[in-house]
Structure formats: structure tokens, C-alpha cells
Nanobody
Framework: QLQLVESGGGSVQAGGSLRLSCATS????????MAWFRQAQGKERERVAT???????TYADSVKGRFTISKANAKTPLFLQMNSLKPEDTAMYYC??????????????WGQGTQVTVSS
């Protein structure tokens, strides 16, 4: 059974950095569509960044230039490097995955989340 497990969250001051990881256990798929989402308390879930097995990545406007999503290949973890963190980045961060050749924005697998808290 495939599982996604996030790690790397924590508490930092504004301007600091964190690196989130999402490990996949179970079957390894060659083609993947993966993403980081976040949900702040009382707010709707927001898609932060996506990446495909073709190494095409996208970012929400709110994190462009500060966050970098990466995944070297099908066997390596998914990462989210977060720099210049702001208090508004505070949220529970989730990784999500779908294993198909063409990404359509839908995700079947979700991790349990890792909390990121940024203080001013």
C-alpha cells in the first residue's frame, strides 16, 4: 500500500528557511505528478507547488522566488525548500501524488501533513 510521509516542518523566525521532505513507501512509479499543498487555520487549502516526472514545476504566486520544489527521480523523495519565510506561510503542509503520465491537477494520495510555523 502506497504511503506518503512528510517531515521537516518546525518553527522558525521570519526570514528563515525550512526544507520539507515527502517520502513514498510502497510501489515506485516511473510517471508521477506531485505537489505540496498547505492549509492555514480557518483558511482554504492552497496549492503551493507542483512537479511532474517530466520535471515541469509550477508555483503559487505567493511563494514564487522563495520556494523550490524538487524530486530528482521516481525513487527519491519530494522536497520543498522554503526560503525567506513569512508569518503568512504558517500552515500545515501536505504532499500529494498521482501516478500517471499526464498531470491533470487531481491527486489520489495524500500525506498526513507537517506543521510549519513562522514567527515575526
Amino acid at each position: 500500500q502506497l504511503q506518503l510521509v512528510e517531515s521537516g516542518g518546525g518553527s522558525v523566525q521570519a526570514g528563515g528557511s525550512l526544507r520539507l521532505s515527502c517520502a513514498t513507501s510502497g510501489i515506485t512509479y516511473v510517471y508521477y505528478c506531485m505537489a505540496w499543498f498547505r492549509q492555514a487555520q480557518g483558511k482554504e487549502r492552497e496549492r503551493v507547488a507542483t512537479i511532474s516526472s517530466g520535471q515541469i514545476s509550477t508555483y503559487a504566486d505567493s511563494v514564487k522566488g522563495r520556494f523550490t520544489i524538487s524530486k530528482a527521480n521516481a525513487k527519491t523523495p519530494l522536497f520543498l525548500q522554503m526560503n525567506s519565510l513569512k508569518p503568512e506561510d504558517t500552515a500545515m503542509y501536505y504532499c500529494a501524488a498521482q501516478f500517471r503520465l499526464y498531470c491533470d491537477g487531481n491527486y489520489s494520495y495524500w500525506g498526513q501533513g507537517t506543521q510549519v510555523t513562522v514567527s515575526s
